[in-house]
């Protein structure tokens, strides 16, 4: 895809990552490795540079993006910590966990990052070379998946440039991301309460928001779709589809040829590159079992299934 930027692949060493950090200070845009996926960073306190996030993507203006931190102390900044809010902070950061807080007015962050909502998502990511890029660049970044939106999440720098390439300025190449599903987000309520906004690989005593009410503005029905139709809970396959398998029901690419679950969600999402890749016309899922990070592969296929409006 050709467009008025010429896509650089950047590597992880000290120096390169400097370089990544002075592209963000400078307004632009640089996807980066996490343990989730992909992400595209722009520094979160700079209208311009959020700006070009929702050009790059053509991400609809409504759907707010989720700010990531190198510290607690730059977290607390941009949001109230509630003794609630503290105590997941302390189990589960750096890690793939959002927390949706009520904002601080004085934080200093682009009026997009929230897309005018009372709220802020934040997360402090664990991958090295995305916690390099903070520590050096000391800013608060922004940062979706690096995928055009709607589509199919990335998890390799190959996917990044399949979606992205001409639209932004560099792509740091970090390998395949450990996870590979985005983190969980949980929003805090005043009173204490927490609500899953979307699953994730955190799982947590907490209860799950209804579909009716869609407080993620993100999570829309239709989401990761890999342009063509997708079955799910496939006991068999037919000549005209692509198979993503799992366990005994081996595909044209297997998510776990054992049944590992954590397996299964690290490859999800190149799977369903694969499959949008191939020939055939249509994809089958087999069948993931409704547990642990299975609820969240589950998540994910039911909108990869759901056609766009
Ligand atoms: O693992 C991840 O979370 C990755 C990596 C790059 O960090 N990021 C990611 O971002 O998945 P994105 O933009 O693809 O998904 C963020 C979701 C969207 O559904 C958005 O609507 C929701 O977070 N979100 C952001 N701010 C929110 C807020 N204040 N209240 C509720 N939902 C929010
Ligand atoms: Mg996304």
Redesign the pocket.
Not at 34 to 40: A, D, F, I, Q
């Given at each position: 895809m050709s467009g008025k930027y010429v896509t650089e692949t950047i590597g992880t060493d000290a120096h390169e990552i400097t370089r990544a950090a002075q592209i963000l200070r400078d307004g632009g845009l640089v996807a980066?490795p996490?343990?989730?996926?992909?992400?595209?960073a722009a520094r979160a306190d700079n209208d311009e540079a959020v700006s070009r996030i929702y050009g790059a993507k053509g991400?609809p203006d409504f759907?707010?993006?989720?700010v990531?931190v190198a510290s607690l102390e730059l977290a607390r900044k941009l949001a109230d910590f509630s003794d609630v809010a503290e105590k997941l902070a302390a189990e589960h950061w750096p890690g793939?966990l959002?927390l949706?807080l009520p904002?601080r007015r004085d934080a200093g962050l682009a009026e997009a990052?929230?897309?005018g909502?009372e709220?802020?998502?934040i997360?402090m990511?664990s991958h090295a070379v995305m916690r390099a890029l903070l520590e050096n660049s000391g800013l608060p970044i922004a940062?979706?998946?690096?995928?055009r939106s709607g589509f199919i999440?990335p998890t390799s720098t190959a996917h990044v440039l399949a979606s992205l390439d001409g639209r932004i300025d560099a792509v740091i190449d970090g390998g395949v991301c450990e996870?590979g599903?985005?983190?969980t987000?949980a929003?805090v309520r005043a009173d204490g309460y927490v609500v899953v906004?979307?699953p994730?690989p955190i799982l947590l005593a907490a209860s799950a928001a209804d579909g009716k009410n869609i407080?993620?503005?993100?999570?829309l029905a239709s989401h990761y779709a890999p342009g063509k139709p997708v079955r799910l809970m496939a006991s068999e396959v037919a000549p005209d589809e692509f198979l993503i398998g799992f366990g005994d029901l081996a595909g044209d690419c297997s998510l776990s040829d054992n049944g590992d679950l954590t397996e299964a969600a690290s490859r999800l999402y190149a799977c369903l590159h694969e499959g949008a890749l191939s020939a055939k016309p249509r994809i089958a899922v087999a069948a993931i079992p409704e547990v642990g990070v299975g609820i969240a592969i589950n998540d994910r296929l039911r909108r990869a299934a759901t056609p766009p409006d």
């Open positions: 980066v996490t343990e989730t996926v992909y992400g595209l991400r759907n707010p993006l989720i990531h793939p959002t949706v904002r990052v929230t897309a909502l709220t802020v998502a997360r990511p940062a979706p998946s690096a995928n999440s996870q599903l985005e983190s987000i929003a906004l979307r994730g407080e993620a503005p993100g999570q």
